[in-house]
């Protein structure tokens, strides 16, 4: 069963960079298979997509436009983990963060059936 | 980006009523179109998937259907665990988008 764990502050300075890790079990971060994403959560913006790596015999990231300037998702194949590097924070991002995985990117069956346990993620001085 | 709308954004029902919640896209996304659940302090669960797959260990009384821009997604006999917030989302292209949620709460 593959799971994932959240692990990060939950409280970052105005203009800091908000770093959060999300460790896998029961998978692998270079699965040929699987992407690995990042999601926030707020009341103004409701749940939304900020980004993903995944490897196809390279490393590949997308990510949202919104935040494309500020944000790095980088895989770590020796704990077997990926991050979450935002920098330059607001308020706005103020949001509960989760990592989850979707074992079939690309295809009809595309979705993200494995989420981390969320971080509350409050920027403030 | 595709944007996704759902409605109605709040219902209240019974233990036992049969419930649908509707979800429009902006542009036509097949049948890439997810269904979540979501309860207060947890993470999204997928219950739907390919707009009518129903994700493993998911009580079959949930169904979703549609394509094209527009889907449903039907509980047959709400149960006093439904009682959630629901979320569609597109994966026919990135970014990927969520809708607004539906809210179902108790009558």
């Known amino acids: 069963q593959v799971q994932l764990q959240q692990s990060g502050p939950g409280l970052v300075k105005p203009s800091q960079t908000l770093s959060l890790t999300c460790a896998i079990s029961g998978d692998s971060v270079s699965s040929k298979s699987a992407s690995w994403n990042w999601i926030r959560q707020s009341p103004s913006r409701g749940l939304e997509w900020l980004g993903r790596t995944y490897y196809r015999s390279k490393w590949y990231n997308d990510y949202a436009v919104s935040v494309k300037s500020r944000i790095t998702i980088n895989p770590d194949t020796s704990k077997n983990q990926f991050s979450l590097q935002l920098n330059s924070v607001t308020p706005e991002d103020t949001a509960v963060y989760y990592c989850?995985?979707?074992?079939?990117?690309?295809?009809?069956?595309?979705?993200?059936?494995?989420w981390g346990q969320g971080t509350v993620v409050t920027v403030s001085s | 980006d595709i944007q996704m709308t759902q409605s109605p954004s709040s219902l209240s029902a019974s233990v036992g009523d049969r419930v649908t919640i509707t979800c429009r896209a902006s542009?036509?996304?097949?049948?890439?179109l997810n269904w979540y659940q979501q309860k207060p302090g947890k993470a999204p669960k997928l219950l739907i998937y390919a707009a009518s797959s129903l994700q493993s260990g998911v009580p079959s009384g949930f169904s979703g259907s549609g394509s094209g821009t527009d889907f449903t997604l039907t509980i047959s006999s709400l149960q006093p665990e439904d009682f959630a917030t629901y979320y569609c989302?597109?994966?026919?292209?990135?970014?990927?988008?969520f809708g607004p949620g539906t809210k179902v709460d108790i009558k």
């Open positions: 989302q597109q994966s026919y292209s990135t970014p990927q988008t």
């Open positions: 989850a995985g979707d074992r079939a990117p690309f295809t009809v069956s595309a979705a993200f059936g494995i």
């Open positions: 542009q036509s996304i097949s049948n890439y």
